[in-house]
């Protein structure tokens, strides 16, 4: 149950002691147990099911979820993915979820996972990853009637929880059932700890077989029900998911390689096709790459997607990577060389994304402090071909190189992948086309791609240069401290030539990458001078996809053939996330984030006049 909320007179809630909430109830921990877990029929219900996804109406404190995860950590016949979706409009500190658990110690390893990866809590969707990824939960920060109203997502069992009736009545309104039942298949439990007749009378009238049960003391009586309407709801899904078999990822940049990784994670035997000789040969090759949101004064689209890649990048890394070796978590101050500094107010949780850089961290970025100056507190350097191959390394993957793909064709329910000669490849029954430029051609949708050269410049560390120890952005960016054949090296650029696809390395583009990090950090401006004209100073060019409006194209073009491509220079913040929407859509699980999000990654937005059978305009 959610905590008694107090308010402010400017109509936010102030933090309450929780302490007292709890220690004055039957324990959370044991309602979780009995009324929610028990009510719901699990851990039973979810024997070996391919996944199961819980909806609950109010996170509060978090130990229902708390609950679930245990029971999954604990069931050998658990399922192979657990989605928990709750809605709560004012997030908890982490110090509350960490005190809700202090007398349940087998919850509290959990708990502590899950703070690590509490923060930024935005209005909006925020997936958090546990366990490799099989254990997922979905936080919607908002009003719980808008989003169960906006959102779509199935529901195989309910936790109806929130502010007693009495207390709260928009918690429990007919209008929130209503928007509740929306999301349950037909057979879904729901349980809530209470009794109250208007809320058994409001389910009943939304579709549910009700009972009241025992309830756990001092509460007399519960509640659970079943979702078994006597007429056929508008817009119901159907209860089977999609089995998995075997597909094809056409491409092995990171694209490819996380969407990949994301359909063995479900099941999914996937073979990887590239016409290179190895994985990340194109734009995926660079060395090392910067992760940071991008930040927008009006936090448009571009700046609400980052932040969701970023978060979902971030686990991934921390699962699959060496720290300090392969990635880390850093930081990165972005030095807003011609933009200035925005008009920017920012609560606790958008100020643990981006805020204005404080004296030290300017001082430390070599910078004086009339610099403006934003701090990415949730950004780091990551090198691309150790995730690539991470993520291709998944059980369940397969790679094979030298193969270059011309065109799809479709045999009854599966997708022949033929080769320049018209002989066949590989088929199957799902194909995923992630190869950048190629992808339009090999798809024959008309796609509109757009080639954009970048040239980097790199090279061991000197003792003498001055460099910060994080990352800085802005007119181009500065990677400084990377570990290379025992010591570190710097990484510096990048140039963004549109419509261009040649990768011959040009003086014109060197000298640019020297004026742009002269420009990050002005005090040595000197010494980069040097560095650029030294022989051991090395260059990098390749040509990324990207498309007009910037955003990445990810979703079905027909059935079973989808995209993933055009991430443009932020492959390290789009290509894990893009994965993770195809494969949740795939099989009908909850989205890792909003559908108005989701919709503006989708290709149909470039698709309007186009059709298969051809690159059409």
Partial sequence: ???????????????????????????????????????????????????????????????????????????????????FVS???????????????????????????????????????????????????????????????????????????????RLNQDMWS????????????????????????????????????????????????????????????????????REPASAIVIGSGLAGAAAAASLARRGWTVTVLDQADAPAA????????????????????????SRSGVRVTLQQAAMLLC?????????????????????????????????LANSDEKQTALLTEGCPALWHEQAAWVRLPALVRAWLDQPGVSWRGGLRVDRLAREGELWRVLGEDGVEIARAALVVVAAAHSSARISGYGLKLQPVRGQIAWAPHDSELRVPPFPVNGNGHLIPSVPH?????????????????????????????????????PQSASQFAQAFAHPATQQWAQVRCASADRRPLAGELEPGLWVSTAMGSRGLTFAALCA??????????????????????????????????????
């Fill in 1 to 83: 149950m959610q905590e008694p909320v107090q308010w402010s007179a400017d109509g936010t809630p102030r933090s309450t002691r929780f302490d007292d909430v709890y220690r004055s109830s039957a324990g959370g921990l044991e309602q979780a147990r009995q009324v929610f877990l028990r009510g719901c029929g699990l851990p039973a219900a979810w024997a070996h099911a391919p996944q199961w996804r819980i909806l609950e109406t109010g996170f509060g404190l978090g130990l229902n979820f708390l609950a679930a995860w245990r029971a999954w950590k604990d069931d050998p016949a658990r399922c192979r993915l657990l989605h």
């Fill in 580 to 617: 993770e929407l195809l494969a949740a859509q795939l099989h009908d699980e909850p989205l890792p984030l909003s559908m108005r999000l989701a919709q503006a990654l989708h290709p149909r937005r470039q698709l309007a006049a186009a059709a298969p059978g051809g690159n059409k305009p």
């Fill in 174 to 241: 007919i209008e929130l059932l209503k928007a509740m039942a929306r999301h349950c298949r037909r057979g879904a439990r729901l349980a809530t700890w209470t009794a109250a007749g208007e809320v058994r009378r409001g389910l009943a009238q939304c579709g549910f077989r009700v009972e009241k049960t025992e309830g756990l003391s001092p509460k007399r009586h519960c509640t659970t029900a079943s979702f078994d309407p006597a007429w056929e709801p508008k817009g119901l899904r159907s209860a089977s998911l």
């Fill in 485 to 521: 054949d025992g010591g570190f090296a710097w990484f510096c650029g990048a140039t963004y030539g549109r419509a261009q696809t040649d990768t011959d390395l040009r003086d014109a583009d060197h000298a640019a990458n020297l004026q742009r990090v002269q420009s990050l950090l």
């Fill in 87 to 165: 809605v709560e409009a004012w997030p908890v500190s982490a110090g509350d979820l960490l005190r809700s658990v202090e007398a349940y110690p087998d919850l509290q390893p959990l708990a502590r996972k899950l703070v690590s990866q509490w923060f930024g809590l935005t209005s909006g969707v925020h997936r958090l990853a546990f366990e490799g990824g099989r254990v997922m939960l979905t936080l919607h920060v908002g009003d719980a009637r808008e989003v169960l109203r906006s959102e779509a997502f199935t529901a195989d069992a309910v936790f109806l929880d929130g502010f007693d009736p």
């Fill in 282 to 305: 194109g734009a995926s090759a660079l060395s090392v790459g910067m992760l940071a949101p991008h930040f927008s004064p009006d936090d448009n689209l571009l700046s609400r997607l």
């Fill in 323 to 355: 720290d300090g070796q392969d990635w880390q978590r850093t930081g990165v101050l972005e030095h807003r060389v011609s933009k200035g500094l925005p008009q920017l107010e920012v609560d606790e949780a958008q100020a643990a994304w981006s805020r």
